[in-house]
């Protein structure tokens, strides 16, 4: 067109044609040209997305009725799957204790009880730490700038100085 200061080139890429057009129309924008649409805002009707015309208030009791009836349907999903599966274990119970072999009964045994290990060594450790930290809380350890620095290292300050000058 005779009106605008660039010209694209017939021989240009789509992606490129796209960015000069912009670059196009942003030069021959003024600033006054630009809506002050901060004067139109009112606070009680944001430019929501989704239902633009909602307020403030139908967002939060729509938000809470969609949190309740995502957590009623879930339960009830969940009390569903549970019902069905009640009669399945009875099944498999049943055919593991005809079809499994001694080595296999024995090794979910262990299985089993290598986990509720791991499970109860992580519970005692996180008890032992909570002890340790309240411990630690309630006596009156120095803090950090207040300790005494460990003595220098024989090799030059560093522990690892000699690891580290190899």
Known sequence: SSSSRFSVPLALPA??????????????????????RWKRFNPETP????????TRKQTLVWSWMAIAGFTAFGYLLA??????????SEQIREYARQNASIEQVTMIRNQSEAFTQILLRAAGSVWAFRR????????????????ARPSAAPHGGHPNSKALAR
């Open 47 to 54: 430019p929501y997305r989704y239902f633009p015309n909602r």
């Open 15 to 36: 992606h490129r044609a796209g960015w000069v057009l912009a670059v196009q129309t942003a030069a021959d924008m003024d600033l006054k040209d630009i809506p002050d």
């Open 132 to 147: 340790k930290r309240t411990a630690a809380s309630t006596s009156k350890t120095p803090s950090r700038s207040d300790r």
């Open 79 to 88: 009390e569903i799957v549970e019902k069905q599966s009640e009669g399945k």
